[in-house]
């Protein structure tokens, strides 16, 4: 399918808001299942050095 302009390209003959929606939802996404874990990742390790340094000072 051929557009005659970038907005056109945009609108894409008139469910633009329903397909770059979809684009935008899937990024969210997919940002999400990389840094979810590691945050998680980070959040273990603070919670281990925090009680390595608790175990050493008793």
Do not use: I, K
Request: hydrophobic residues 55%; positive net charge; aromatic residues 14%.
């Amino acid at each position: 399918m051929a557009f005659a302009s970038f907005a056109d390209f945009l609108a894409m003959g008139g469910h633009g808001a329903y397909v770059w929606s979809g684009y935008g939802l899937c990024v969210v996404l997919l940002a999400l299942n990389v840094m979810l874990p590691f945050l998680a990742h980070r959040r273990y390790l603070n919670t281990l050095a925090r009680s390595r340094r608790r175990e050493a000072l008793q």
